[in-house]
């Protein structure tokens, strides 16, 4: 009888033991994610406790003033920065948006698709410093160029496509090609498959491409420094007042709170909007 006891007891007590490794591990990866977030957003917040600190270099959030900001309000340099930020924001995420769609349908349409999609996001493993000044050479060495907003589209363009396309590509591939098939056995015009069957599955992939596009265009600097010409985007503007003007870095601060205030929720807002499914 003791030994039935014991042999019952054996499987009991290793079920036991992967519970408590379970629970261990799944403490442990509670621990890095809380971590990684804290990393993440209490820089953000403190940065927005400064903006409102009289001595933001300091460290000390108090005394708080609101200085830095009448400052920065009164200050109107910085509004072509941001204008040409969100214009050519908007210009790299509208191209990716169709150049990954019309590139991810001929890729998957490749018997072969691997070695194209390795040559379209090898530009992700090139450092932007080299990226930049390989473009500055080609440009305005070789070509003799005069540098501009066109320069830093190609610079952004360049960062931003290979994100978008492989963002449009991991939706495509999950696209079922029987729904085209059966369309055009239904007698459907090709413009009329892609836009009534094609693009509203894809509207994901290629929406969130176009985020991305406009987050890394907005906020890149690398490449913008070697293409710029006379042109100065948003990035350019807070590095050369933070690095040349150190009195003005309080107003950077106040600055770089407000776009955060802008960009978080809308950006919130419409991934909310775009990838939410409504209860059942």
Same mark, same amino acid.
């Given at each position: 009888?003791?030994?039935?006891?014991?042999?019952?007891?054996?499987?009991?007590?290793?079920?036991?033991?992967?519970?408590?490794?379970?629970?261990?591990?799944?403490?442990?990866?509670?621990?890095?994610?809380?971590?990684?977030?804290?990393?993440?957003?209490?820089?953000?917040?403190?940065l927005g406790i400064m903006s409102v600190s009289a001595e933001p270099l300091s460290?000390?959030?108090?005394?708080?003033?609101?200085?830095?900001?009448?400052?920065?309000?009164?200050?109107?340099?910085?509004?072509?920065?941001?204008?040409?930020?969100?214009?050519?924001?908007?210009?790299?995420?509208?191209?990716?948006?169709?150049? #990954?769609?019309?590139?991810?349908?001929?890729?998957?349409?490749?018997?072969?698709? #691997?070695?194209?999609?390795?040559?379209?996001?090898?530009?992700?493993?090139?450092?932007?410093?080299?990226?930049?000044?390989?473009?500055?050479?080609?440009?305005?060495?070789?070509?003799?160029?005069?540098?501009?907003?066109?320069?830093?589209?190609?610079?952004?363009?360049?960062?931003?496509?290979?994100?978008?396309?492989?963002?449009?590509?991991?939706?495509?591939?999950?696209?079922?090609?029987?729904l085209i098939q059966a369309a055009e056995d239904l007698g459907a015009k090709p413009?009329?498959?892609?836009?009534?069957?094609?693009?509203?599955?894809?509207?994901?992939?290629?929406?969130?491409?176009?985020?991305?596009?406009?987050?890394?265009?907005?906020?890149?600097?690398?490449?913008?420094?070697?293409?710029?010409?006379?042109?100065?985007?948003?990035?350019?503007?807070?590095?050369?007042?933070?690095?040349?003007?150190?009195?003005?870095?309080?107003?950077?601060?106040?600055?770089?709170?407000?776009?955060?205030?802008?960009?978080?929720?809308t950006m919130a807002a419409i991934f909310l909007f775009l990838f939410a499914r409504?209860?059942?």
């Amino acid at each position: 009888m003791s030994t039935i006891v014991q042999a019952e007891s054996v499987p009991a007590t290793r079920i036991s033991r992967r519970n408590n490794q379970g629970n261990a591990w799944s403490r442990i990866a509670r621990f890095c994610g809380f971590f990684a977030l804290a990393l993440i957003y209490i820089p953000v917040v403190w940065l927005g406790i400064m903006s409102v600190s009289a001595e933001p270099l300091s460290g000390r959030p108090y005394p708080m003033t609101f200085n830095h900001y009448e400052l920065l309000f009164a200050n109107t340099n910085w509004h072509a920065p941001f204008l040409n930020s969100i214009l050519l924001g908007l210009t790299v995420s509208v191209a990716c948006m169709i150049c #990954g769609t019309f590139v991810a349908r001929s890729i998957v349409a490749l018997a072969r698709p #691997g070695p194209v999609v390795m040559m379209a996001v090898l530009p992700l493993f090139v450092p932007g410093l080299t990226i930049g000044a390989a473009l500055f050479v080609l440009l305005r060495t070789v070509l003799d160029l005069r540098l501009g907003f066109w320069s830093l589209f190609i610079a952004h363009m360049v960062w931003a496509f290979p994100f978008a396309l492989l963002l449009i590509l991991i939706v495509m591939l999950r696209f079922d090609r029987r729904l085209i098939q059966a369309a055009e056995d239904l007698g459907a015009k090709p413009f009329r498959r892609f836009v009534d069957i094609e693009l509203p599955l894809l509207m994901p992939g290629v929406s969130g491409a176009g985020i991305f596009s406009f987050l890394l265009s907005f906020n890149e600097l690398l490449r913008s420094t070697f293409l710029r010409g006379t042109e100065t985007t948003m990035p350019i503007y807070n590095w050369a007042m933070a690095s040349a003007q150190q009195s003005q870095v309080p107003i950077v601060f106040s600055l770089s709170t407000l776009i955060l205030l802008v960009t978080l929720p809308t950006m919130a807002a419409i991934f909310l909007f775009l990838f939410a499914r409504p209860k059942a």
